[in-house]
């Protein structure tokens, strides 16, 4: 149980284009999601906070006209990074959390979205 | 706000080898507790987890972490690594009082040497 699928596992775009990653939860529902981003050799750090149904919260220093979050249904949230630049190249990984979860407590990842843009 | 502090960057260490990555955090106030291993351009894995209960928690792979409520500490070890062992691990705190949100620590690269 508890399976998320994360797509494009990779990407290469053109600075000022706009691309979407996608978050579904297969087999549970989750009711909010969290987006990270992770720089080379660094943590993850968190982006925004999204719960079904409503606006997503986003953390100090993350622009939400840039980072566009929608988390429609309790399976799918997108993360769309808008007029991309090369300094958002990046690994964005996302986690649906399931309030009452079974084995890690709710909290289950993506396997990650590695942007490139140049 | 939570912080979590891992207090070694790397870690080399030989084969079979015992090692012990440390984790330190802020406050230990209605938190839970885990420990992910995270290899090159894939997402996060679960090692182990701290609810409640026995302090001493043992998880996949032969890893076990001890929860010391006193130091603020949860630190990870394993008896023996393996070369298949090398990876980043990052600690992470969940504080209930702040919408569940996951507190990860900076990491620790685990090298380990033939």
């Known amino acids: 149980g508890a399976v998320v699928s994360q797509h494009p596992s990779w990407v290469i775009c053109k600075s000022g284009t706009s691309v979407k990653i996608e978050c579904r939860s297969l087999?549970?529902?989750?009711?909010?999601m969290f987006w990270y981003r992770q720089f080379p050799k660094q943590s993850l750090m968190l982006m925004a906070t999204?719960?079904?149904?409503?606006?997503?919260?986003?953390e100090q220093g993350v622009e939400k006209d840039k980072f566009l979050i929608n988390h429609a249904s309790l399976t799918l949230s997108t993360l769309t990074v808008t007029s991309a630049h090369p300094e958002d190249s990046s690994f964005y990984i996302c986690?649906?959390?399931?309030?009452?979860?079974?084995?890690?407590?709710?909290?289950?990842f993506g396997s990650g979205t590695r942007l490139t843009v140049v | 706000a939570q912080s979590v502090t891992q207090l070694d960057s790397q870690v080399p260490v030989f084969e079979e080898a015992p090692v012990e990555l440390r984790c330190n955090y802020s406050?230990?106030?209605?938190?839970?507790l885990f420990w992910y291993v995270q290899y090159p351009n894939q997402g996060l894995q679960l090692l182990l987890k701290y609810l409640s209960g026995s302090t001493l928690v043992k998880g996949i792979n032969g890893f076990e972490a001890e929860f010391n409520k006193s130091q603020t500490s949860f630190h990870l070890r394993k008896p023996s690594v393996h070369i298949s062992d090398t990876a980043e691990y990052f600690c992470?705190?969940?504080?209930?009082?702040?919408?569940?949100?996951?507190?990860f620590g900076g990491g620790t690269r685990l090298m380990v040497k033939p």
């Open positions: 992470a705190v969940s504080d209930r009082n702040a919408g569940n949100m996951l507190t």
């Open positions: 087999d549970f529902q989750a009711t909010t």
């Open positions: 406050s230990s106030v209605s938190v839970y």
């Open positions: 999204s719960n079904e149904g409503s606006k997503a919260t986003y």
């Open positions: 986690s649906p959390f399931q309030p009452s979860g079974t084995g890690s407590f709710g909290y289950t």
